[in-house]
């Protein structure tokens, strides 16, 4: 015979609020407090908002009229929340930020080891565009797989290349459809940008040809170099990037729609390349300074993981001589530092 044990419905209730109580106190990965995240966030963008070291882009001539003022800053966390300052509307081209998404999207599509065989995820400690690097590429001793990286040009165009497609437009919609899912809205190219890029981008060619009569790039370069000039011209505003950080920082679930966007399993190698290579020359200062995976763009974008915790972006023009927003790398810095962001850190107890 069955015997039933009543509990009293007040008990339940008191039971029921209890546990409510234990899982809101319960210590998360990122414990911070939305004010304190807030707090951050203002104050980088008060101490960086009237410095004026650097200079915009000028060698795509577009990019040299974009206002220099423009400085907007957005932290996305795991419950999808946007914490910003400054200008979060104006979009500006997406540049070299968009090597990380259509590497994501070989990576997603073809495995870890395509990348690594076919372009190399080493640093080339050389600039984003050296023509030289692709000279002194060597090959990894019986591996046979070229020393370059997906995020300098040489390994982005071949990147590009290597998105399956039978005419380029099926390989634009590919990486175009990355790019939206990552910043959860459909983005558009800024046409001027994309024709002023065109129109100068003799040297990114030269780079594809030779990278042809290498065999790192397997056949039609010229659609490889126009798709991927395509893809820089991308207009994206700070919280579009910062959203695209967070997609990386939550195991490729984009924080805000919710949508599965790549593999976890396959976000990892997508932050080695951007820890190797995020800014060029000077990523090893950067990871040095910050811990953090991060992508710079001529544009003036740069976007940051700090995996389990945020994304962060900032867009501002002017750049240093490695290429890189000044604004962007010390207010990226300042923000992650106050938010204990170092992944190399221990959290504070
Ligand atoms: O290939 C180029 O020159 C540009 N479309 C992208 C360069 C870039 O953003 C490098 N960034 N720091």
């Known amino acids: 015979m069955k015997t039933h044990l009543a509990i009293p419905r007040p008990l339940v209730t008191v039971v029921i609020a209890a546990i409510a109580v234990v899982l809101l106190l319960a210590p998360s ?12 966030v203002d104050a980088a963008y008060a101490k960086y908002k009237d410095l004026k070291e650097g200079k915009n882009a000028d060698y795509i001539p577009a990019l040299a009229k974009v206002d220099p003022n423009l400085f907007g800053i957005a932290v996305v966390t795991a419950d999808g929340k946007v914490y910003s300052a400054g200008d979060l509307k104006t979009e500006v081209s997406i540049q070299s930020i968009s090597k990380v998404f259509t590497a994501a999207q070989v990576i997603q599509e073809q495995g870890l080891e395509s990348i690594e065989k076919q372009i190399g995820v080493d640093a080339t400690g050389a600039r984003f565009n050296s023509i030289i690097a692709i000279e002194g590429v060597k090959m990894v001793a019986g591996a046979g797989a070229p020393e370059m990286n997906p995020l300098v040009n040489p390994g982005a165009i071949s990147a590009t290349s290597m998105v399956k497609g039978a ?9 175009i459809g990355t790019h939206n899912d990552f ?9 001027d940008v994309y024709k002023s890029e065109s129109d100068s981008n003799q040297r990114n060619q030269a780079i594809g040809a030779l990278m042809l009569a290498y065999g790192y790039i397997k056949s039609n370069w010229q659609q490889a170099v126009d798709l991927y000039t395509r893809q820089c011209s991308i207009g994206v505003n700070a919280k579009d990037l910062a959203t695209m950080a967070a997609t990386l920082a939550f ?25 190797t290579a995020g800014l060029y020359d000077d990523s090893g200062k950067w990871l ?8 710079s763009g001529v544009g003036g974008g740069i976007i940051a993981v700090s995996p389990g915790r945020f994304g962060i972006a900032v867009i501002a023009p002017p750049l240093d001589d490695a290429g890189n927003s000044v604004k962007a790398q010390n207010a990226i810095a300042d923000i992650s530092n106050a938010l204990g962001g170092n992944p190399y850190k221990p959290p504070a107890k």
């Open 29 to 40: 990965a990122f414990a911070q407090a939305p004010a304190d995240i807030q707090k951050a």
């Open 167 to 175: 005419t380029a437009d099926a390989v634009w919609s590919k990486i």
């Open 183 to 191: 910043a959860g809205r459909p983005l558009t190219v800024l046409q």
């Open 251 to 275: 195991g490729g679930k984009n924080p805000v729609t919710g949508k599965q966007v790549m593999n976890a399993d396959k976000v990892p190698g997508v932050l080695a390349i951007m820890a």
């Open 288 to 295: 040095y300074r910050t811990g953090l995976p991060a992508k």
